[in-house]
Nanobody, 123 residues
């Protein structure tokens, strides 16, 4: 599975941004996709994940209620909608995928990764 993320940029606190992740390479029906982020000087952390069939949406506590993970199966594209962003959301965001429907929060369990996209939130 190949992934390509895009959509990052500079946004003011309280604003919104939508990240996209185009997937290709194999049938996607049996995969789980996830978003992770890594801020400067910090470890990579889980943000959100879902099964490609749209089930089992899960979120980190820090983004619950503000971020929404989704996908458009016709476009083979996953999304991360970020609302009410805060300066602490500043990080490099990466999309990842794994074969199987067990939704896992650990980055080491995802063998397929897209390149990161920088999100910077100004105060």
């Amino acid at each position: 599975v190949q992934l390509q993320a895009s959509g990052g940029g500079l946004v003011q606190a309280g604003g919104s941004l939508r990240l996209s992740c185009v997937l290709s390479g194999q049938a996607l029906s049996g995969i789980t996709i996830a978003w992770f982020r890594q801020a400067p000087g910090k470890e990579r952390e889980f943000v959100a994940a879902m099964r490609w069939n749209g089930a089992r949406l899960t979120y980190a506590d820090s983004v619950e209620g503000r971020f929404t993970i989704s996908r458009d199966s016709a476009k083979n594209t996953g999304y991360l909608r970020m609302n009410s962003v805060m300066p602490e959301d500043t990080a490099i965001y990466s999309c990842a995928a794994r074969v199987g429907w067990v939704v896992i929060h650990h980055a080491t369990q995802y063998p397929y990764w897209g390149q990161g996209t920088q999100v910077t939130v100004s105060s």
